[in-house]
C-alpha cells in the first residue's frame, strides 16, 4: 500500500514500518543506557502515542513504569482564557524520573505545556521521547533528548497518527499529497 485515501485526501508512504521499528530500537536502547538504576516511569500521551509507545517500551529492558495521560482544553474564566489539563495520571511522579512519550512535536505548544504541568508534581527529571518532530515549525524551546525521525511542516497520518480520527491503524506513516491539499 504506497498510498491511501482519507476523506478524499490522497497520503503517500513516507516512512516505511521497517525504518520506524529500526529506529525506535536505537532510542529505546539510548535510554536503556542514560536511565539503568533511574526506575523511570514512561507516560505515555494519548490518544497519538499509542502505537509507538507500545513498540518503545517492549524494547526497554531495565525496570521501569508505564502510565498514561491525555492533555484536554477547557474553556476557564474570562481572564484564564483557554486552559489545559492532565488528566488521568494516577501515579506518583514526586523524585521518579519520567520520560514523556509523545506522537509529535508541531509547533510544540503541547509540550511546553504539559512540561509545566508534570514539573508541578516535583520529579527528579523530566525527558522528552517522541516519534516525530517538525523542527521548522517550532514555536517555543524545548529540549527533546530522544527523537525518531525530524520531518518537514507536511501533515502526515499512519503509526497512531490520525488525519479526523482516521488512519491512526497504518502501519506506515504517510505524508499527504501535493495535489490532495485544497
Ligand atoms: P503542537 O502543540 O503544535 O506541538 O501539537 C502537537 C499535536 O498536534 C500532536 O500531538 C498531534 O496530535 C497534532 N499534529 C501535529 N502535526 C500533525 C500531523 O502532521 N498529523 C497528525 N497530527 C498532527
Ligand atoms: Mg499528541
Do not use: C, Q, S
Given at each position: 500500500m504506497n498510498t491511501v485515501e482519507v476523506?478524499?485526501?490522497k497520503f503517500e508512504i513516507s516512512i516505511p514500518e521497517s525504518a520506524i521499528l529500526e529506529?525506535?530500537?536505537?532510542i529505546a536502547d539510548q535510554i536503556n543506557k542514560d536511565l539503568e538504576g533511574?526506575?523511570?516511569?514512561?507516560i505515555i500521551v494519548?490518544?497519538?502515542a499509542f502505537i509507538y509507545a507500545a513498540d518503545l517500551v517492549r524494547n526497554i529492558t531495565i525496570p521501569c513504569e508505564v502510565a498514561f495521560v491525555k492533555m484536554s482544553s477547557y474553556t476557564g474564566t474570562v481572564s484564564t482564557g483557554h486552559v489545559k489539563e492532565l488528566v488521568g495520571l494516577n501515579i506518583d511522579i514526586e523524585n521518579r524520573t519520567v520520560v514523556i512519550v509523545e506522537d509529535i512535536v508541531d509547533s510544540g505548544l503541547t509540550m511546553k505545556e504539559m512540561l509545566e504541568l508534570l514539573?508541578?508534581?516535583?520529579?527528579?527529571?523530566i525527558h522528552i521521547s517522541t516519534l516525530l518532530v517538525k523542527p521548522n515549525?517550532?514555536?517555543?524551546?524545548?529540549?527533546?533528548?530522544y527523537n525518531c525521525f525530524s520531518i518537514p511542516n507536511d501533515f502526515i497520518i499512519g503509526y497512531g497518527l490520525d488525519y479526523d480520527g482516521y488512519g491512526r491503524n497504518l502501519r506506515n506513516i504517510y505524508t499527504i499529497k501535493v495535489d490532495s491539499i485544497n
Open positions: 476523506y478524499n485526501k529506529r525506535v530500537r536505537a533511574k526506575n523511570p516511569i514512561f494519548l490518544n497519538g514539573g508541578k508534581k516535583h520529579p527528579a527529571a515549525n517550532l514555536k517555543v524551546e524545548l529540549d527533546i533528548k
